[in-house]
């Protein structure tokens, strides 16, 4: 089995790698390997795996799909960076199926959705077998799809969706959104305080240094929203 995690840029440094590689360690009970695909491996841990970008015009999250570019033969667990691991994941390996995806269901979006909005999220994902086809359609003209989407969720959504499987209720929630539909973020009310439930096993910080106050301009979640979460990592 291997755990996989993505650095890009420099929103994330190699600290938020070696955090997750931590956290995976006290909370995963079967053996695995764990590799980060980056374009700059410089202070990872020398236990990580390191397998480098390839020369591809990608911007931020899009990357994410490279990991689709060949069919795996094991059983892949992928964490965004600012994920926290709360307490015991092994199990998130039985939520394999061969040639699908499990993704995030964001059941903290009980409401009416418009657009291109959607109820599912990329910050975890398990799957084994041939998913290139993701890839394979992406890349054929990526700068069509990184222009109408705001993000790979929207792309797998409503292009890959008979792949897709979600993970059941009770095992992620989202520290800036919500946790269910009874206890989420509604527009018009203040985003904080954020959400913080110790009974999950992962939460996952999808808006960190990303969404901005509309007046102050400063980052809704930033690296404030880790305080009371130290434990899970040191």
């Given at each position: ?67 689709f570019k060949n069919p795996a ?72 799809y990184m222009v109408k989407y ?85």
């Amino acid at each position: 089995m291997r755990i996989v995690c993505l650095k890009w840029g420099d929103k994330f440094s190699h600290e938020h790698v070696n955090r997750i590689y931590r956290m995976c360690k006290k909370n995963m009970q079967k053996d695995f390997t764990f590799t980060c695909y980056t374009e700059n491996p410089t202070g990872i841990n020398k236990d990580i795996n390191i397998v480098l970008l390839g020369d591809y015009d990608l911007e931020n999250w899009w990357w994410k799909l490279c990991l689709f570019k060949n069919p795996a033969a094991e059983i892949n667990i992928f964490l965004d960076l600012d994920v926290i691991i709360q307490n015991d994941i092994t199990h998130f390996a039985d939520y394999v199926e061969l040639n699908k995806l499990r993704i995030v269901k964001a059941y903290w979006k009980p409401y009416e959705l418009f657009g291109t909005d959607m109820n599912y999220n990329s910050s975890v994902l398990v799957w084994k077998g041939d998913l290139s086809n993701i890839w394979k359609e992406f890349i054929i003209d990526p700068d069509y799809y990184m222009v109408k989407y705001a993000g790979i969720d929207s792309y797998l959504y409503y292009h890959h969706y008979e792949l897709l499987n979600v993970f059941p209720r009770g095992q992620i929630y989202s520290r800036l959104y919500g946790i269910d539909e009874n206890n989420y973020y509604k527009a018009g009310e203040p985003l904080m305080p954020l959400f913080k439930d110790d009974q999950y096993p992962i939460c996952i910080f999808n808006g960190w240094r990303r969404k901005t106050e509309f007046i102050s301009g400063k980052y809704i979640l930033d690296n404030e929203g880790y305080n009371g979460f130290e434990k899970y990592w040191n």
